[in-house]
């Protein structure tokens, strides 16, 4: 409200005339304020405030909760500068409302004649879970080593109840929880052992709402079979065995549920395995509630049962096996060993030994006591066992080695003999440092750690790249090494560890030096290709320490990660090698005009490749054709691959013998070939190439010789490298006189070609005159030429009875009016989509090579044609199907009015009639 006045006076007017008017401005409110709780629990309440922001006039609160109007309580007012603020309060209980989704929406709003406001809080209701439910132990007894699935499940609650495991006190992990609908699930698989025995297994269940946790706990029955038995005699005071004199023998077992039955055999051929049950003497309760039982067997031995061995037998019907135990009964006599003293026994580890120290006495011996250094062990230590006056050993390990005393006694004496076993081991690695990254310029240790028998000085090296590297040495068990940190030194390193005994121990491990990314130059990565609507694979490999972001552009434009056009894939090579791969899909004519950019970036820097799309090609030819390894009768070979042109490649190897035409080709996937059955100290001449999946090939490389060992294992080769030196200019000499005869006879082969095209254009014009009354059409006319693989025009002019229609295969095809021929380019298409042709050829090499052997192996496509010999020289078969004969170049005649459309194409770029 605002009030305005008037004034009126003049210069005659003493005081000034005056009119007053008040102005009143309404407005609705701008906006509410809610204040209250957002939780509570369920069965409690919570008070919720609305405020109004200043309106004129002043506004009515209401309110809605849960989509329903409530009444509204008493309201309060308050005028302000610049308004009315109305107030009002509401009180919201959790259980007199039809709650959903444990949650009640409050909305307040303020409304007066010039417009309203409104504004909603939601309230969450906390709710309890019911009480947990643990299935899954219905049976509760089981067997020690079972695995047992037990499931705990707590129904509803807001929030869901979280559910934990305990074994007694101790919280269980490794549960696996899960939520489905409104309950929570938690499932336990439990490897039941002894100590479980009745212990109390309890899964809680809590969440917001309860201040407690809610528990549900079952008790475990575990039926377990003692460790071990034990067998001693029932007199400590005399253990010796007199013939007529009663003896007694207990059997003990320790911890067992339920308590063991014992049962005692004597190994006597007249007892007939008979089954004494003796005495029970002791059964008692162990502290983890399983069962200490004795049995005590009374007998009075004999002659007879000198050497006996009784053995005593834990059982019981719960238990999956019994435990048994033995014991040798000895007769009295002074103990005497029959072998010379100290007994000493060398062992490769990995072998057996059985080493029978023989005792003799009267009276018997009543007590066998074997020490490992100093160290009493009964029957069995680690991979050694000890039976009497045996000691064996089984596959040894290195900890088996030691100093193994046996003592014989009996009621005269007692005699001791000792053996020294020792356990030869090869070196091994026991602690390698871990990768390290770390930045150029810090000092770096690798450490490696290495044990064997025996232990030699400077057993252990450090290598990198095959080369050996000073180490310090700590002993001769550990070495160190220092490095400065570079670019150069970054790599991996080898721990070696060799004493002389069976194959040396390596252990890796990488420097890695903090480097911007750096693209590496693959050949086969430089660029890609694919055919129209086909898809294309763009890579590249980049060498950084720490990892590498890579980013795919075109056109200076992100590639979107995963698209209808593009797809990207990211590897880690290993420690420092990444590689980034770039699906194309779906391609257009647009994509053979641009490029991708594979961009490799880390913290450290930025480094890109730049790959152009082609249509589908030929492949390049592989390089770096090497010798791996060669013996009397094998030569090993490897080379690398370029590009593939777009499809699967496989490699074809040709190689001969020197000085011999008969020609080997092998097919393989693989970059390195192994052949074998070969001559010893012999030359040969290798050549490879690739062949792609679309049957276009790549020229062969430079031969390159290669040979095998003669019987003192010398490589031929280097020794006639050295022979040929003084020979090298003969064959410079000789191809210059070949050549210059060759250039006489194409030459004479050109003039006369040219005279016999010219007659073949006049026949052709002629019948086409005779046949269309004298309507000459304009046709171009493409003839075969073979290449290397097959007929030359040269064997075609030497054979005898040849027409001249018979010095081509041709084909007319029809011309435009404007003159105009549509090329066809195959290589853009999938091979189904074109007509192809195919023809017979003499051979699959020319004549003047020579005889052919030729092997495929591990061909992923069809087999190449096979030498044919007929004289088919006029069949020419039109396929709707792949085109599996070799590719041949076609020479076009010469048109009077179009010119010359010269160059290499297939058969399937022909769609016309033969003639």
């Given amino acids: 409200m605002a009030e305005y006045e008037c004034r009126a006076n003049n210069s005659r007017t003493g005081n000034p005339k005056r009119k007053a008017m008040k102005l009143e401005v309404n407005y609705p409110p701008a906006s509410v304020e809610l204040f209250g709780e957002s939780n509570i629990r369920y069965g409690s309440s919570a008070n919720i405030q609305c405020k109004s922001l200043p309106s004129n006039p002043a506004s009515q609160i209401t309110w809605i909760i849960n989509g329903r109007s409530v009444p509204t309580p008493t309201q309060r007012e308050f005028v302000v500068e610049n308004g009315i603020v109305s107030s009002s309060n509401v009180s919201v209980h959790s259980n007199e409302l039809s709650v959903e989704a444990h949650q009640i929406n409050v909305e307040c709003m303020a409304t007066n004649p010039e417009g309203s406001s409104a504004k909603q809080h939601v309230i969450k209701i906390i709710a309890p879970p019911k009480a947990p439910i643990i299935t899954g132990l219905e049976d509760r007894k089981f067997f020690e080593g079972d695995i047992v699935n037990v499931t705990c499940e707590a129904q509803g609650g807001n929030p869901l109840a979280e559910l934990s495991w305990y074994r007694g006190s101790e919280k269980v992990n490794g549960a696996h929880n899960e939520v489905a609908g409104f309950s929570s699930y938690s499932t336990l698989a439990l490897r039941v052992d002894r100590t479980m025995n009745t212990q109390r297994l309890k899964c809680e269940a809590t969440n917001a709402a309860l201040d407690e946790p809610l528990i549900e706990s079952q008790y475990l029955s575990v039926y377990y079979p003692p460790r071990r038995v034990l067998i001693r005699p029932a007199d400590s005071g005399d253990q010796r065995l007199l013939v007529g004199k009663s003896a007694r023998l207990v059997c003990g077992t320790l911890s067992s549920n339920p308590a063991a039955h014992i049962s005692w055999q004597f190994s006597r051929a007249t007892d007939d395995n008979k089954v004494h049950l003796g005495d029970v003497s002791l059964n008692e309760t162990t502290r983890d509630n399983g069962f200490n039982v004795e049995n005590v067997l009374s007998f009075t031995p004999t002659e007879e049962y000198d050497g006996t061995v009784v053995h005593c037998i834990a059982n019981h019907p719960e238990w999956k096996h019994s435990v048994n135990t033995s014991f040798p009964l000895n007769v009295m006599y002074p103990p005497k060993m029959l072998v010379n003293d100290p007994v000493t026994v060398v062992m490769s580890e990995g072998d057996s030994f059985k080493e029978n120290l023989t005792v003799r006495g009267n009276p018997a011996i009543s007590l066998w006591q074997w020490r490992k250094n100093g160290v009493p062990f009964d029957h069995t230590i680690g991979r050694v066992f000890a039976r009497g006056a045996v000691l064996s050993g089984k596959q040894l390990l290195s900890t088996d080695a030691g100093v193994y005393t046996l003592t014989a006694t009996n009621s005269v004496g007692s005699t001791n003999i000792t053996i020294k076993l020792a356990v030869e081991y090869s070196a091994r690695i026991t602690s390698i440092s871990t990768p390290v990254i770390a930045a150029t310029g810090d000092t770096v240790l690798l450490e490696c750690e290495a044990d064997g028998e025996p232990s030699k000085a400077n057993m252990i090296h450090w290598y990198k790249n095959g080369e050996i590297l000073a180490a310090q040495h700590r002993g001769h068990k550990k070495a160190i090494l220092r490095l400065n940190a570079t670019e150069q030194q970054s790599g991996e390193y080898t721990c070696k560890a060799d004493n002389g005994i069976g194959v ?405 770029q022909l769609d016309g009639d033969l003639v």
Wanted: hydrophobic fraction near 35%.
């Fill in 504 to 908: 040396p121990a390596e252990g890796q491990t990488f420097l890695l030096v903090n480097s911007a990314p750096r693209v590496l130059p693959v050949a086969r990565y430089a660029k890609t290709a694919g055919i129209l609507g086909g898809v294309a694979k763009a890579r590249c490999k980049v060498y950084a320490v720490p990892t590498v972001e890579f980013v795919w552009e075109k056109d200076e434009q992100l590639i979107k990660k995963n698209s209808s056009k593009y797809s990207i894939v990211n590897t880690q090579i290993d420690y420092s090698t990444y590689e980034s791969t770039l699906w194309i899909k779906n391609i257009v004519p647009d994509d053979y005009t641009k490029k991708v950019k594979c961009i490799a970036r880390n913290s450290f820097g930025t480094d890109h490749l730049s790959i152009p799309i082609i249509p589908p090609t030929h492949p390049d030819e592989p390089f770096n054709l090497t010798m791996t390894n060669s013996t009397l009768n094998t030569i090993s070979v490897a080379w690398e691959p370029r590009f593939d042109g777009g499809s699967d490649q496989i490699f074809e190897v040709k190689y001969r013998r020197q000085n011999d035409d008969l020609i080997h080709l092998v097919n393989t996937t693989h970059t390195n070939l192994r052949l074998s059955g070969l001559a010893t100290a012999n030359t040969y001449f290798f050549q490879i190439r690739s062949i792609n999946a679309r049957g276009f090939a790549s020229s062969w490389t430079s031969p390159v010789i290669f040979a095998t060992l003669n019987e003192d294992g010398v490589n031929v080769a280097m020794i006639r490298n050295e022979k040929l030196k003084l020979t090298t200019w003969i064959p410079y000499i000789l191809i210059f006189i070949v050549l210059f005869m060759l250039l006489n006879v194409v030459i004479c082969c050109f003039v006369c070609n040219r005279t016999k095209k010219r007659k073949l254009r006049e026949k052709t014009e002629m019948a086409r005159t005779a046949i269309n009354g004298g309507d000459v059409r304009q046709v171009q006319m493409y003839g075969t030429m073979m290449g290397n693989d097959g007929m030359s025009r040269r064997d075609i002019d030497d054979r005898p009875e040849m027409s001249e229609d018979e010095h081509s295969v041709r084909t007319m095809i029809e011309v435009s009016p404007n003159g105009y021929m549509q090329p066809i380019e195959p290589m853009l298409y999938e091979s189904t989509g074109l007509l192809e042709y195919d023809y017979q050829t003499r051979s699959y090499m020319g004549s003047s090579q020579g005889t052919r052997s030729m092997t495929y192996a591990n061909v992923p496509y069809p087999e190449p044609p096979q030498p044919s010999y007929h004289s088919n020289w006029n069949s020419l078969q039109r396929q709707s199907n792949n085109n599996t004969s070799p590719q041949h170049h076609l020479s076009t005649f010469i048109n009077p009015n179009m010119g010359v459309r010269a160059g290499p194409i297939n058969y399937a």
